[in-house]
């Protein structure tokens, strides 16, 4: 079955960190960009970052530059995304696709809450 499974969302405090995983099934990842991306409630989806398959380079989006970090494990056909310093604006669901640029492949989203 071909699917990207995200996991580690959950409730944090504000201030607090999680670590989102992203894994695919059924194909590699190894020659896909990986993108992460939200949807806050009531808002549009927005990219949040991305990185290569190439040269591993990555991308951020302004809102969250300086305190999320994206990698990726090839070996573990999976993608992370490591968010520090989290405030209630980054309240939204997250979702993992492949490639970054038009998608083929979208995981179902896992739901990060950050509030006191």
């Known amino acids: 079955q071909v699917q990207l499974v995200e996991s580690g969302g959950g409730l944090v405090q504000p201030g607090g960190s999680l670590r989102l995983s992203c894994t695919a099934s059924?194909?590699?990842?190894?020659?896909?960009?990986i993108g992460w991306f939200r949807q806050a409630p009531g808002k549009e989806r927005e990219g949040v970052s991305c990185?290569?398959?190439?040269?591993?380079?990555?991308y951020y989006a302004d809102s969250v530059k300086g305190r999320f970090t994206i990698s990726r494990d090839n070996a573990k056909n999976t993608a992370y995304l490591q968010m520090n310093s989290l405030k209630p604006e980054d309240t939204a669901v997250y979702y993992c696709?492949?490639?970054?640029?038009?998608?083929?492949?979208w995981g179902q989203g896992t739901q990060v809450t950050v509030s006191s």
């Open positions: 059924g194909f590699t990842l190894d020659y896909l960009s």
């Open positions: 696709a492949a490639p970054c640029v038009t998608p083929d492949y």
């Open positions: 990185i290569s398959s190439s040269d591993g380079s990555t």
